[in-house]
């Protein structure tokens, strides 16, 4: 290579430059962001914590997940699946719809 002024070439300098650039920008958008998650801490009795941990097992999640999947449901809580399947499903006679008023007719203006 040849050197300008002692240094190696400017070109050189400008694509290590934008190489180390990619590295510092990935590390910091996609590594240290991930690492940025909020924690919560519970204080539990040993009996509490050894319930959690095998409910928590049972379903083969961390602690972590299965805490936070219990709190969604109840802060988010859905319909369980198949809940659509049941519309119509019940077959007893006496359920029915009961007659309907008729529609007033109002006037136009």
């Known amino acids: 290579?040849?050197?300008q002024n002692g240094r190696l070439f400017p070109l050189f300098y400008n694509i290590l430059a934008n190489i180390l650039d990619f590295y510092n920008k990935l590390f910091y958008t996609w590594i240290k962001?991930?690492?940025n998650m909020p924690q919560l801490s519970l204080y539990v009795t040993q009996e509490q914590l050894?319930?959690?941990e095998n409910e928590a097992h049972a379903e083969n999640m961390s602690l972590s997940k299965w805490v936070v999947s219990k709190i969604m449901e109840r802060?988010?809580?859905h319909y369980p699946e198949g809940w659509a399947d049941l519309f119509g499903s019940v077959s007893d006679p006496s359920f029915t719809r009961p007659?309907?008023?008729?529609l007033e007719t109002r006037v136009a203006f």
């Open 33 to 35: 962001r991930g690492t």
């Open 99 to 102: 007659d309907q008023p008729e």
């Open 75 to 77: 802060i988010e809580p």
């Open 50 to 52: 050894l319930k959690i």
């Open 1 to 3: 290579m040849t050197k």
